[in-house]
T-cell receptor
Framework: RKEVEQDPGPFNVPEGATVAFNCTYS??????FFWYRQDCRKEPKLLMS???SGNEDGRFTAQLNRASQYISLLIRDSKLSDSATYLC???????????FGTGTQLKVEL | EPEVTQTPSHQVTQMGQEVILRCVPI?????FYWYRQILGQKVEFLVSFYNNEISEKSEIFDDQFSVERPDGSNFTLKIRSTKLEDSAMYFC??????????????FGQGTRLTVV
């Protein structure tokens, strides 16, 4: 299994739809997980942190399943401005580095 | 809101030349990182830096690369004798003290390096 693996997409969804992304990770000892958002040719920006079973922030919900080693990100009532690449990120190597997934591209359409 | 700043935003250099990419991390952060992203590919870890020394580096970070914290605010990445394949976006990041990369890392806007 790759260190961090994501479906690259793209996911094309209509405005208002609910969309979910999954991410699997290989290091069972990882304690924290992150979802970052990256717009084209911009820096990754932190969207959500997940330290326990899950986290919710407005329209965004992240869930962690340690037994199956996957993290999910749910976006409800998607908006045009949600169009971006969503990066699953896991601290590895003793916690001194972040390992990024390839990212899942989301396109929200009218 | 505090942010990580990087200069320059874009650097064009000839193959074989040396470049220095500069970063000012968030002031109370103690962990500093360099990552790179080749166009169309994923973000890759290069090096982490804590307490004035490298704490971890990737296979990419060979003798061609070096990092330095020359003063209390700047964090630099030097690439000696640049190659065409060094062309990428280079991101600096920093995180709070205590837990290294296990806490949230904040990224600068990046320096786009083009080697011609």
């Amino acid at each position: 299994r790759k260190e961090v693996e994501q479906d690259p997409g793209p996911f094309n969804v209509p405005e208002g739809a609910t969309v979910a992304f999954n991410c699997t990770y290989s290091n069972s000892a990882s304690q924290s997980f992150f979802w970052y958002r990256q717009d084209c040719r911009k820096e990754p920006k932190l969207l959500m942190s997940v330290y326990s079973s899950g986290n919710e922030d407005g329209r965004f919900t992240a869930q962690l399943n340690r037994a199956s080693q996957y993290i999910s990100l749910l976006i409800r009532d998607s908006k045009l401005s949600d169009s971006a690449t969503y990066l699953c990120v896991v601290p590895t190597g003793g916690g001194n580095k972040l390992t990024f997934g390839t990212g899942t591209q989301l396109k929200v359409e009218l | 809101e505090p942010e990580v700043t990087q200069t320059p935003s874009h650097q064009v250099t000839q193959m074989g030349q040396e470049v220095i990419l500069r970063c000012v991390p968030i002031s109370n952060h103690l962990y500093f990182y360099w990552y790179r992203q080749i166009l169309g590919q994923k973000v890759e870890f290069l090096v982490s830096f804590y307490n004035n020394e490298i704490s971890e580096k990737s296979e990419i970070f060979d003798d061609q690369f070096s990092v330095e914290r020359p003063d209390g605010s700047n964090f630099t990445l030097k690439i000696r004798s640049t190659k065409l394949e060094d062309s990428a976006m280079y991101f600096c990041a920093s995180s709070e003290p205590g837990q290294g990369a296990s806490t949230e890392a904040f990224f600068g806007q990046g320096t786009r390096l083009t080697v011609v």
